[in-house]
């Protein structure tokens, strides 16, 4: 069935990373909350941590819109949907509006703005130029025909410069600016190793946001943005016929180790039948009862090595339910921990799960890093041979034992074994987005399932 929605969106991009999109995004949609407006907002690109800091922000679910992971058909069902009870929809891009797979423009925000109508903001630093600031702009409208770039915003700007550097660009370019970020000193969030440090790790955060809030609304057109983000046309998309699923219990590994999901990872498996059932490796005693199933996400375990370890609890009752068969999917810092050490960046060796065989160490560089297409070499709990999965790899640690029952291809095609597999793990470091790939979650839940009715034989 077909369907329409009203769908106000706006694109905000850059020139390129590390020009404070994330910062601008929590600025512009603290502005829209304080407005009283209800605010969805997206990401580009395989990201987990910029939406958390959406999601603290606008207290709702974030979602992904990358075009490797999903077709255009997609995408406009997830805005559509997604979209539907919001005033406004905020996207946030990845790296520069142009930056894609390699050396294209495959899965770029510029991509995304196209397949999806959407007008797009670029956000510009300024510092230390004058007209070359609209030569810049005119380079990226230019350099691919047609684009959606239609206004611009200043980041990291004093107030005393905001006219001369809009007169520069709305003469030359005919672009139409919507304000600008100051310079905010106490205003900053620390990075590791993946990233942005997580929500939960910023000190005050609260009152952080509140500036954020407050210097777009004192210094950004937001009646402008809202103007510009309903010139978007109205999304069309298909409804997809209804799931027919058995319910059942998924464990869902959730606190400060493990905290890397998407929501629509998770979405999908609960229109499988999964009602989640979230626990705490690092803090649970020992696992909830009568789970059917465990899912172990990414995170952070390398720095709760010790903590996680020391929870003998927890692992003696995780090792106890494997043992019955439960089937267990797990990635990257999942994966990590369900292996049997953990080795930190100091050298420190930490005794973990002890499900799968293979110890895990830090390193200095990214392994094996970017978008992957997994393939089954095998029949397993998330699908038989052959059956693909899109995702991506994001980590410096590597494996003693990555395992072999998947095949892993770059976009590049540079392609090598990954995954680990049994009668009732499937466990390695490549994240996987399942709506690539619906089927895998309905092998999974089936699997899920016949573990519950053995149970109930028993």
């Known amino acids: 069935m077909q369907k329409e929605s009203f769908a106000p969106r706006?694109?905000?991009?850059?020139t390129g990373s590390g020009n404070g999109k994330t910062m601008v995004t929590m600025a512009l949609l603290g502005a829209l909350r304080k407005k009283g407006l209800e605010v969805q907002s997206y990401k580009c690109g395989p990201d987990y941590i910029d939406p958390m800091f959406h999601t603290r922000v606008t207290g709702r679910k974030t979602?992904?819109?990358?075009?490797f992971f999903s077709d255009t058909e997609f995408l406009k069902r997830l805005v559509g949907e997604k979209s539907a009870t919001a005033d406004i929809s905020i996207v946030e891009g990845a790296m520069g509006y142009y930056d894609g797979i390699g050396k294209s423009c495959e899965a770029s925000a510029y991509m995304v703005s196209q397949c999806l109508e959407i007008p797009t903001i670029l956000l510009l630093s300024p510092q230390g130029k004058g007209c070359s600031l609209a030569a810049e702009c005119t380079g990226f409208l230019r350099f691919r025909m047609p684009n959606m770039i239609q206004g611009v915003i200043f980041n990291r700007l004093k107030k005393g410069m905001y006219n001369y550097y809009r007169e520069i660009v709305e003469c030359e370019t005919g672009l139409q600016v919507l304000g600008y970020i100051p310079e905010l000193q106490d205003v900053h969030f620390e990075s590791r190793h993946l990233g942005l440090i997580t929500v939960g790790e910023v000190q005050k955060l609260n009152e952080k946001l509140q500036k954020l809030t407050n210097a777009a609304l004192e210094c950004m057109d937001i009646d402008g943005i809202i103007a510009l983000s309903k010139r978007a046309p109205n999304i069309c998309y298909t409804l997809p016929k209804p799931r027919k699923h058995v319910p059942y219990r998924l464990g869902i590994a959730r606190d400060e180790a493990f905290c890397f999901y998407y929501a629509e990872n998770l979405e999908l498996m609960q229109e499988c039948g999964a009602e989640i059932v979230e626990f705490s490796p690092l803090h649970d005693s020992?696992?909830?009862?009568?789970l059917d199933?465990?899912?172990f996400g990414g995170g952070y375990p390398e720095l709760y090595a010790p903590a996680l370890s020391a929870n003998t609890g927890f692992i003696e009752s995780l090792q106890a339910i494997s043992k019955k068969g439960i089937p267990i999917f797990a990635e990257c810092g999942g994966f990590m921990y369900i292996q049997e050490f953990l080795e930190d960046h100091y050298g420190n060796r930490y005794s973990m799960a002890h499900l799968l065989p293979g110890s895990t160490k830090l390193g200095d560089k990214l392994c094996r890093f970017?978008?992957?297409t997994i393939e089954a070499k095998e029949d397993t709990i998330i699908g038989k041979k052959g059956t693909q999965i899109c995702g991506h790899e994001f980590h410096y640690a590597d494996s003693t034992c990555n395992g072999k029952s998947f095949k892993a291809v770059k976009p590049s095609g540079i392609s090598w074994e990954a995954i680990q597999h049994n009668s009732h793990i499937v466990a390695g470091f490549p994240h996987v987005y399942f709506p690539s790939n619906p089927k895998?979650?309905?092998q999974f839940s089936l699997s899920c399932v016949e573990y519950q009715k053995r149970k109930k034989r028993k």
């Open 286 to 290: 020992n696992l909830p009862d009568s």
């Open 10 to 14: 706006v694109l905000l991009s850059a």
């Open 293 to 295: 199933g465990l899912y």
């Open 440 to 442: 895998a979650v309905e």
């Open 63 to 67: 979602y992904h819109i990358d075009p």
């Open 370 to 372: 970017g978008y992957v």
